[in-house]
């Protein structure tokens, strides 16, 4: 990734963190966006502290057009073009039967985990396409496992990752003569924040059954997914375009 600008939302913590560190030790220079203002910042600054390379910290709301726009042209303005962008940023589902679920909820999961990807493949798409050299150029979209498969109560989750991996598809067979790639990691149960917050990691009932779910028998680790959007964000996947590539310890092989 020498030589290579590469963009992170959701960058605060979790995948995005550490993902956007990957690719710094990768040789990039990495622009962190998130909503979480300081989490950016202290991201950017551990960027820069631990490899030798430049960071940004923008503070971006992705299901917001203007925002995501803003982030685009700050990373450009900082670093003169954008070689690949990891879309990242989301929610966690609140949980309830599909009849039952809040339309508040529902519409909000989608701005974010979808609307959100939608807008900032847009973008990232307009100022890639103006980059006329031979330099490979990806964009790796975050979805999930629950992209390819449904779970009880998360109705409005699983349509969102399901639409991200369609828009995935798509951007690869549109942009593909244009030398740009698109991919998407599909991570199953990740040990990330998000876990705590929604309290799977905390109720051993609820953690037992969900690792049990999991061939390898055990959660994944956050820097096993950025391993993975690393590789797809670099010339070394150079022939892989329209993949949803499962890091999820063998959920969606059964």
């Known amino acids: 990734m020498n030589d290579r600008v590469a963009l992170v939302t959701g960058g605060a913590s979790g995948i995005g963190r550490t993902s956007a560190l990957a690719l710094a030790k990768a040789g990039a220079r990495v622009a962190v966006a998130d909503t979480d203002a300081s989490g950016a910042n202290d991201t950017a600054r551990s960027i820069e502290d631990e490899h030798d390379t430049e960071a940004l910290a923008v503070e971006a709301d992705v299901s917001e057009a203007e925002d995501v726009q803003h982030m685009v042209a700050e990373t450009v303005e900082r670093f003169g073009r954008l070689d690949a962008a990891v879309n990242n940023a989301g929610l966690e589902s609140t949980k309830a039967r599909l009849a039952d679920y809040d339309e508040a909820d529902f519409d909000r999961m989608i701005d974010v985990n979808l609307r959100g990807v939608f807008l900032c493949m847009k973008h990232e798409l307009r100022q890639m396409t103006t980059q006329r050299d031979d330099k490979d150029r990806a964009i790796v979209n975050v979805a999930s496992a629950l992209g390819t498969v449904a779970f009880r109560e998360k109705s409005a989750y699983v349509a969102a990752k399901h639409g991200v991996i369609g828009l995935t598809k ?85």
């Open 170 to 254: 798509s951007a690869a067979l549109e942009y593909a003569g244009e030398n740009i790639r698109a991919n998407a990691v599909s991570p199953s149960f990740i040990e990330t924040s998000m876990q705590m917050r929604t309290g799977t990691l905390l109720r051993p009932e609820q953690l037992d059954e969900v690792t049990s779910l999991h061939p390898l028998g055990r959660f994944g680790q956050p820097a096993e997914v950025a391993q993975a959007i690393r590789w797809l964000a670099s010339p070394e996947a150079s022939f892989v375009t329209g993949a949803a590539l499962p890091v999820d310890g063998g959920y969606t092989a059964q």
